[in-house]
């Protein structure tokens, strides 16, 4: 019912930027609040940020200051601009949202496929 493509992930060496996108598609009105997270080999999936449906932003203490959530609510995406990139920051990177989906009802949680970013020293 709810579609969420990420994409922009990839290879970039240490100081560099990448910007993810997260794409809802579906029966759906609007994103409610959304979120990345990002899950590196042998650890636990973290929460990246997030953003409230009004704009509120909140930041993980590991990324604050280099990376920038924010929404494009007339396109249904979420973004994360990440810049300052380092090698700690390798992981596959997930797309978190909560819709209102076409009949009103809200759904919570849907994740995304992810989008892996390699941050090389």
């Known amino acids: 019912q709810v579609q969420l493509v990420e994409s922009g992930g990839g290879l970039v060496q240490a100081g560099g930027s990448l910007r993810l996108s997260c794409v809802a598609s579906?029966?759906?009105?609007?994103?409610?609040?959304a979120g990345w997270y990002r899950q590196a080999p042998g650890k636990q999936r973290e929460l990246v940020a997030r953003?409230?449906?009004?704009?509120?932003?909140s930041y993980a203490g590991s990324v604050k200051g280099r990376f920038t959530i924010s929404r494009d609510n007339a396109k249904n995406t979420v973004y994360l601009q990440m810049n300052s990139l380092k090698p700690e920051d390798t992981a596959v990177y997930y797309c978190?949202?909560?819709?209102?989906?076409?009949?009103?009802?809200?759904?919570?949680?849907?994740w995304g496929q992810g989008t892996q970013v390699t941050v090389s020293s």
């Open positions: 978190n949202v909560d819709v209102v989906l076409a009949d009103w009802r809200i759904q919570k949680d849907c």
């Open positions: 579906g029966r759906i009105f609007s994103i409610n609040d």
């Open positions: 953003i409230t449906s009004g704009g509120s932003t």
